[in-house]
């Protein structure tokens, strides 16, 4: 059987043009799920570097905070050392300082601002070994992540605080320091 060079030129363009078709078929089914998967791993991303530098925001506000006894109770101050240290921005981000007194097992106990952790308010805390409770600040950041590229329905659930997709989406960073 002798074969023409023509017609093995026609069968090869054909088969070229049905796999054209078929990789045209396939990338318009799977370039929606695969842009899904990359703005998702977007978003995860920025999530973590947010909860990252509220962490580190947290850990500079309580650094101020240890300094002396007057930066312990330095709110404004321990805000403005939190925001400064974070390159977030800081609307809607609450703030909380806690000081407290705590032996070095773990044991805590509010503290009085008056008496402090030494006066008989500590009375009741009593530490292993004759030691003396320490007193020690917590600075708490708490906000809210907003994804980047909204999917529609995710931003009712996350405006509705307390409840579904809003709790995972809440960022925290705690940091607690032994003021010396």
Known sequence: MNVRRSDLTRVGVAA???????????????AP???LMVVGA????????????????ARAG??????????????????????IASELDFTGVTLTTTQYCACSDGDETAVDAE?????DSASTLVCAGDELPGLYVRVNLTGQFTPLFPIAGISNLVSSKGEGVS???TL?????????
């Not at 309580?62 to 925001?83: E, H, L, P, R």
């Open 42 to 57: 977007i978003d995860f991303g920025t999530f973590i570097y947010q909860k990252m530098q509220l962490q580190s925001a």
């Open 62 to 83: 309580a650094q101020y905070a240890i300094q002396s006894d007057a930066t312990v109770t330095d709110t404004a101050g321990i805000a403005t050392a939190a925001q």
């Open 33 to 35: 799920i695969v842009l």
């Open 16 to 30: 070229l043009k049905s796999a054209r078709g078929a990789a045209v078929i396939e990338f318009a089914l799977l």
């Open 115 to 119: 008496e402090g952790c030494t006066g």
């Open 172 to 180: 925290e960073g705690e940091v607690s320091l032994r003021v010396p």
């Open 167 to 169: 709790d995972l989406l």
